[in-house]
């Protein structure tokens, strides 16, 4: 299995990183970083840089697409080369996919219309822009497509996705290698959980 990790400047890294990380430990799987040119793309944060190893007429063809969400979707929305690819990718690939916000660039590539989606809670209402149904949940599958909530959801979706096309077993092995065995220390990953008023403030943390 191929997957195909589309990058734009100012995407949040724990979205593209969470389901690589997910990908890279699961055998026979291979994951590539594009972008509409081979090369360096920056974080949201402008401190991390991921490469880009392949550019988009490279890699026409991916059985799984993850799209990363953050600050850079709203111009990455412009993208005409982008969703282009989206768009042509998905018609091949057994999933197109989405984390956070990336979910927008998939509306707007055509793939959301009549189809139950998520996103970080704090834009889903949005999501009827295009067509989708919101739903709040961690991970929504509808067909081919598959839609994570915020940022850390990704890992989820991708234990989800490897569960769904090997087996239950290897995706627990690589949930256990990974030692991914969440424990916050406060019980606050969302608005139904989180104390008072720090809806804005964690929102301001993100635009």
Request: aromatic content about 8%; hydrophobic content about 45%; proline content about 8%.
């Amino acid at each position: 299995m191929h997957v195909a990790i589309p990058l734009y400047p100012r995407f949040t890294a724990l979205d593209a990183v969470g389901p690589y990380t997910v990908f890279a430990f699961a055998p026979g799987w291979q994951v590539t970083f594009v972008a509409a040119e081979p090369g360096p793309v920056t974080d949201d944060a402008g401190r991390l840089t991921l490469h880009a190893v392949a550019g988009y007429a490279d890699l026409p063809r991916p059985d799984v697409v993850v799209v990363p969400g953050g600050p850079g979707t709203v111009e990455a929305l412009g993208d005409r080369a982008l969703l282009d690819w989206i768009t042509g990718a998905s018609r091949h690939a057994r999933w197109t996919t989405s984390v956070c916000s990336g979910s927008f660039l998939l509306g707007a590539a055509g793939l959301l219309d009549g189809r139950r989606a998520t996103t970080h809670w704090g834009w889903l209402d949005q999501l009827t822009t295009f067509g989708a149904v919101p739903v709040s949940e961690r991970i929504v599958h509808d067909g081919d497509v598959v839609t994570a909530a915020g940022v850390s959801a990704g890992i989820d979706m991708a234990l989800f996705l490897l569960g769904t096309a090997v087996d239950d077993r290897t995706a627990q092995a690589v949930q256990l290698a990974m030692e991914y065995d969440p424990q916050p220390p406060y019980r606050c990953g969302s608005p139904a959980t989180a104390p008072a008023g720090l809806a804005e403030t964690a929102l301001s943390l993100i635009k």
